[in-house]
């Protein structure tokens, strides 16, 4: 739960000390349940007033409310993934969303249409 602080705003700040951070992934709901925001480690997100306000640590261009991310799963509600890989790993592999984004695998949606890094989210 993130709960505004003094002023109405909370952060969360998802660290990547883990030995695998590429397998660290995370969502935030709103009270309603729904995934407002979702990604990987080493990123931040400011809630002000109910409204998402959100920078990765990673690239500072995208610290605005413009922020893409990654949606979550058509069916599952939850952390898109393609049956086996998430939108850090068609990152991570140069080609994948070419190659394979347009396909939606398991009915959670194509990764082009959930993945910022293949032009979703």
Same mark, same amino acid.
Request: glycine share 16%; hydrophobic share 25%.
């Given at each position: 739960?993130?709960?505004?602080?003094?002023?109405?705003?909370?952060?969360?700040?998802?660290?990547?000390?883990?030995?695998?951070?590429?397998?660290?992934?995370?969502?935030?709901?709103?009270?309603?349940?729904?995934?407002?925001?979702?990604?990987?480690?080493?990123?931040?997100?400011?809630?002000?007033?109910?409204?998402? $306000?959100? %920078?990765?640590? =990673?690239?500072?261009?995208?610290?605005? #409310?413009? /922020?893409?991310?990654?949606?979550? *799963?058509?069916?599952?509600?939850?952390?898109?993934?393609?049956?086996?890989?998430?939108?850090?790993?068609?990152?991570?592999?140069?080609?994948?969303?070419? $190659?394979? %984004?347009?396909? =939606?695998?398991?009915?959670?949606?194509? #990764?082009? /249409?959930?993945?910022?890094?293949? *032009?979703?989210?």
């Amino acid at each position: 739960t993130v709960c505004p602080g003094s002023g109405g705003c909370g952060t969360l700040l998802v660290d990547d000390g883990s030995t695998y951070p590429e397998e660290q992934s995370w969502e935030l709901l709103d009270s309603s349940g729904t995934t407002i925001a979702s990604g990987v480690a080493d990123t931040t997100v400011q809630v002000c007033d109910g409204v998402l $306000e959100a %920078g990765d640590d =990673d690239d500072s261009s995208n610290d605005n #409310a413009d /922020e893409c991310f990654d949606l979550p *799963g058509a069916l599952s509600g939850t952390t898109w993934l393609d049956g086996t890989n998430g939108c850090y790993q068609y990152e991570a592999n140069d080609g994948w969303c070419a $190659e394979y %984004g347009a396909t =939606d695998w398991n009915g959670e949606g194509p #990764a082009n /249409e959930k993945c910022c890094t293949c *032009g979703g989210g």
